[in-house]
């Protein structure tokens, strides 16, 4: 289970110097960067079934819901220390009634390969025969992968190495990137060797913190793979609030300097109650199922490729599944509503294409930059804004060039004098960015009626060409983004935008560059987010509104569809050629005639 944070793990590796800024282009186009949602979508589910289910007998069992389910991928955990038990002895006894049980249904499997069984270890202490998070010694592991694949490699072409290898609970006794590179190169070369058509995918990393897997590419690791696995974990904070679809914006900066790569998403989850990340009372068995399919959309609409939800069934403590524990590893009768939520998704969007994102909210521009006056640099001297002809939209923008000289926290920051009033109460805030190839973070300070200042991250800069971030702003902010403090953490209006923020999210990071900013805008209106997609000539509309809030569509049919998130089903009337609904925090499917 990964223990991400939405503040990125500042890991202690290397020093990485920055790409060189781009040169500025004579005119900065509006450009549609890769990463439209893949057709059909693809939604799958950390099975375990190998792993966590205790009878090899009666496999059938687990796998007939993980069918019902309608998931055409699972991403399965084939254990070194279940395979390979002792360096002389193999048995397949859990993975070959696992696997079978699945690919029989026509269930394409991802193979995840590690962690360390105890005897392949340096640690004494680690029982031979069991797992270990400790670093394996390389040769063995290669070995090992080569078993496994040999045996699988004509029903499994998905190859997973390793599980988040920069956390230090998975990889003991800390991340070394030098270490997981050189065993991610050498078991990719042993996996192609048994198979050619084999698909390689790096081990799960958090997107939110790149240090570790821009270490892993300077160690020459990147060409060993061919899809990038993420886990975007954002909890307890809901999909929105969390900014979710943020991370795939860094990574795919890294892709624009190494080489490009499909993103998956490995695993994602929400706890329904206490758990090794979730606080107390911020999750439920309601908020789990509401957050399931808004984060698989959020994510597949960012561009990528497979999301692969965490997980099928409870464990005790950490109730991240869609089945609760019952009466311990064998009972799968205690569904929670997360399990028809995410099948009632995957009936509905199976075999269907994306159209549009139906943007429901008013972008009212705060600042066009068609002149800098008025702001100034504070904290530190790190950077200059200058006004600049390579725009969005207009004449003008902010061309923001910064130079950070330390492995510590580096940052610059450009006040408003005054600030800009934050006309009524805006859903978030959002601005155009010109990005330059690194992940840092574009930030904003919000002066609120309590005299508080809330800092709000708008996400990684990303790659060169335009693309607008933004992020909402009325969620309770963590302690680390109280910029002066005195209030309850949340933004009190009348507020005003106090400044925005450049930091080095990665603090390892040392170098300069140059992004250009462009409209910076309050976004107002109901939150309501509306994607449209169509399937044999019908139009679907899946609608979800975390605070509530009444929809008119307009419509050809004559009458509509509307199946709730749990998969009940009723007709909607038609008045004048509009729907009219309401729709709150639960995803709801509305099929009509466009």
Known sequence: MSLNRIIPILLALVALTAATAPDA???????????????????????????????????????????????????????????????????????????????????????????????????????????????PDPDAFVNYARGVVTRYYRYVKHWEIWNEP???????????????????????????????????????????????????????????????????????????????????????????????????????????????????????EQSQANYLPRAMLMLWEAGVEQVFWYSFKDDPGNPYGLIRLGRGRT?????????????????????????????LFERRV??????????????????????????????GSAELSYNFTTRQNDYVAFEREPPLPLEGAPYAIGAWVYGDGSTHGLKVWIRDAEGEVLQFVLGPVGAPGWHFLQTPIGSEVEPGNV????????????????????????????????????????IHGHEIYDLRLERNGEALDVLWSPPGARVTLATRSAEARLIGRDGAERALPVENGRLRLMVGPDPIYVWHRR
């Open 483 to 522: 910029i002066v403090p005195g209030g309850n953490r949340r933004v009190d209006f009348p507020a005003a935008l106090q400044a925005i923020v450049l930091d080095d999210i990665v603090d390892a990071f040392v170098g300069g560059g140059t992004i250009w900013i462009d409209d910076l805008c309050a």
């Open 331 to 359: 009972d799968y009768s205690p569904r929670k509503p997360a399990f028809d939520a995410f099948r009632t998704l995957n009936q509905h969007l199976a075999d269907a294409t994306f159209v549009e994102r139906r943007d």
């Open 25 to 135: 282009p004579s005119r900065l186009e509006p450009m549609t960067l890769p990463g439209l949602p893949a057709n059909p979508p693809s939604f799958g589910l950390n099975s375990h079934l190998a792993t966590r289910y205790p009878d090899p007998s009666s496999m059938d069992v687990p796998a007939a819901l993980v069918s019902e389910l309608g998931v055409t991928w699972v991403r399965e955990d084939l254990h070194w220390h279940r395979v390979q038990p002792r360096p002389d002895v193999w048995d397949w006894t859990f993975t070959d009634a696992a696997l079978r049980a699945l690919l029989s249904r026509g269930i394409n499997v991802l193979g995840v390969l590690g962690p360390s069984v105890g005897w392949a270890t340096p640690y004494r202490n680690d029982i031979p025969n069991d797992v270990s998070y400790y670093a």
């Open 166 to 284: 920069d956390l230090a609970i998975f990889w003991r006794p800390a991340p070394d990137a030098a270490a997981y590179a050189d065993l991610l190169m050498r078991t990719a070369t042993a996996i192609r060797e048994v198979d050619p058509e084999a698909t390689i995918l790096i081990g799960g990393v958090n997107p939110f913190d790149t240090t570790f897997l821009r270490a892993v590419a300077e160690y020459g690791a990147w060409n060993s793979f061919d899809i990038l696995a993420i886990h975007p974990y954002v909890n307890p904070y809901a999909p929105e609030d969390g900014n979710l679809a943020a991370a795939v914006t860094g990574i795919r900066a890294l892709g624009q300097r190494y080489g490009p790569r499909p993103i998956w998403v490995t695993e994602v989850g929400w706890a329904s109650g206490p758990s090794d990340r979730d606080n107390p009372g911020r999750a439920d």
């Open 366 to 395: 705060l600042v066009d930059f068609e002149t800098v006056q008025g702001w100034r640099r504070v904290s530190q001297p790190n950077g200059t804004l200058r006004l600049s002809g390579n725009a969005y939209r207009g004449d």
